[in-house]
């Protein structure tokens, strides 16, 4: 591992222009050199050391269930307490380091990954269907995310002025927590296991990865590269497996410190609940991140550019099939420009094309497993008992495909627009004005993203203090939040608002040590 300086300013890392024709070619490329290697099993990674078990379960290409991605092997609960262990054994070095020499880890995982974006990438399309585009999107949020926490731990290594004493010398300096259980999503499965991972680390944690089953080989891919990089042995332990099975194990256990979670509500309520309990042997309070759904709404007033509104839905609400937390899944019209707004959303619909992501011009592929196939599907059902479908509803052959779809004049207490179905579908709800649309849109249990399509500033500002929402967007899609830019984390329901990419993220693991030092 080199040490490297701090690199700024910082700066976003550009996605690649897929509209090139030899940009394209490079991606088919990456394509096939991903498939010549599908297959392979991988194991666990515990201490340094590769486990196999005997055991194993497959990741899949969702746009073709047949094809296995990956066998992965399945961690016991023995495989967890050794984890933990090897990470508690790590920690004794690890937690000693410089900043800079952690820092300098991280901005080597981040050049690396650039360097084999277009792989990375082909890998996600494969492992959970995402589109070139989104693909190459989330690697440069992965560089991003890896960039922004090395310099921000460089600069929280900087000592802080405090007020003085006479006759003292007082400082405060950030120590690391000790070992986190880092859970992980399929959705975003480089960016997020990523980004808990890297803050974790570089504040000179040691940690335990359980990615999600659906997305295991991104996850091992991840790991590989940190390894490659030089993170030491221990350092970072991959434990792939059921949540269902060892994610209890994995928050309970008397030596875990912390616990960064980013998945759905079920799950993350449990994981706070049990990490809440203290342990026999346990001599902390456990601290808990948690990441979850939404029931995003865009707001559409009648003073707004109707079809920047209706282009803006479209993208947040269809893109990567609705699978994004921060996914518009209810648009919220006033009565004035419902019926142009509706016309202009639903022939903008008609032109995505839904297909294999691994082909150039898909807009929409399909969702990621059997189970959310089903879930979504049963949604769609109950959209129809509740209200008017207005586009899609169908279903296609081969993957887990599902149309983008639509449901009008949907009420604002119906389960399609109150549940997070974290699928292709679009729940419209009418308002009789911009005070009425507000209160429906604060009108769930959820907090996460929102945006608002006006151009009176009064409402602008009246967004800005009413609607209870972590991430706030005006005139402007509430999908797509950049490191630096947009720090990401909801209210209510949606979690614990650790507000990911923004300049405060690191503090949760650390804790800050004050010291006082009078002449002997
Ligand atoms: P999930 O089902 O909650 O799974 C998330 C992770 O938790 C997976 O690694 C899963 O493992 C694991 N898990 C399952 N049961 C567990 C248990 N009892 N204890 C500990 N871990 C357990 O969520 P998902 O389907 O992967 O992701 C979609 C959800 O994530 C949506 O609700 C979405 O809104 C949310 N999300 C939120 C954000 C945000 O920043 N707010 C970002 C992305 C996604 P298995 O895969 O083995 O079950
Ligand atoms: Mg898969």
């Known amino acids: 591992m080199t040490i490297t300086a701090a690199r700024s300013p910082f700066r976003h890392e550009p996605g690649l222009d897929f509209a090139a024709p030899e940009e394209d070619e490079r991606f088919e490329e990456a394509l096939a050199r991903v498939r010549s290697q599908l297959g392979r099993t991988y194991p666990l990674v515990i201490g340094g050391t590769e486990v196999d078990r005997g055991e194993t379960f497959a990741s899949l290409n969702p746009a073709r269930p047949a094809e ?55 890998l996600l399309t494969l492992e959970v269907g995402k589109i070139r585009e989104e693909a190459d999107g989330e690697i440069a949020e992965v560089a991003d995310v890896l960039r922004w926490y090395a310099q921000q731990m460089l600069d929280l290594d900087r000592p802080r002025p405090l007020l003085p004493v006479d006759g003292e010398q007082t400082s405060l300096v950030y120590v690391p927590l000790g070992v986190g259980a880092i859970v992980s999503p399929w959705n975003f499965p480089l960016s997020l296991t990523t980004g808990m991972m890297s803050a974790a680390l570089v504040a000179g944690n040691t940690v335990v990865v359980k990615p999600a089953s659906a997305s295991a080989t991104s996850a091992a891919w991840l790991v590989d590269l940190f390894r490659e990089c030089g993170a030491p042995a221990g350092v970072i332990n991959l434990l792939t497996g059921s949540g269902g099975l060892i994610g209890d194990a994995l928050v309970d256990h008397p030596q875990t410190r912390f616990v960064a979670f980013t998945g759905s509500k079920d799950v993350g309520v449990r994981i706070n609940e049990r990490a809440a309990r203290l342990q026999p042997g346990q001599i902390w309070i456990k601290r808990v991140q948690l990441e979850l759904g939404g029931k995003n709404a865009i707001l559409v007033d009648e003073t707004a550019a109707l079809e920047r509104a209706a282009e803006a839905i479209v993208t947040s609400a269809f893109g990567y099939q609705g699978q994004k937390c921060s996914a518009c899944s209810r648009a919220i019209v006033v009565d004035a420009v419902h019926d142009e707004l509706v016309s202009r959303i639903v022939e903008r619909v008609r032109r995505l094309r839904l297909g294999d992501p691994a082909e150039r011009g898909t807009d929409l592929g399909p969702l990621v497993d059997d189970s959310a196939f089903r879930k979504v599907v049963e949604y769609v059902d109950i959209g129809r008992a509740e209200s008017t479908l207005v586009f899609g509803g169908g279903t296609r052959e081969g993957g887990y495909y599902v149309e983008p779809t639509i449901f009008d004049d949907v009420s604002p207490g119906a389960r399609i627009a109150q549940e997070e179905i974290f699928g292709p579908v679009l729940a419209i709800v009418r308002a009789r004005d911009f005070d009425h649309a507000l209160d429906i849109a604060n009108g769930t249990e959820f907090g996460l993203a929102g945006a608002v399509f006006t151009a009176d500033r009064d409402r602008i500002e009246q967004a800005r203090r009413r609607f209870h929402v972590g991430n706030l967007y005006v005139n402007r899609k509430c999908t797509g939040a950049l490191t630096g830019a947009h720090p990401f984390g909801g209210f209510n329901l949606s979690g614990t608002d650790s507000k990911a990419g923004g300049p405060d993220y690191l503090l949760f693991f650390l804790q800050a040590k004050s010291v006082a030092v009078r002449a002997g």
Do not use: K, N, P
């Not at 050794?82 to 508690?88: E, H, K, L, T, V």
């Open 68 to 122: 296995v991605i990956g066998h992965h092997a399945a961690a016991t609960l023995d495989d967890v307490d050794a984890a933990i262990a090897a990470a508690g054994e790590a920690f004794a070095d690890w937690s000693q380091t410089h900043a800079e020499e952690r820092a300098a880890l991280l901005f080597d995982v981040a050049d690396r990954i650039v360097e084999r974006r277009r792989d990375f990438a082909a």
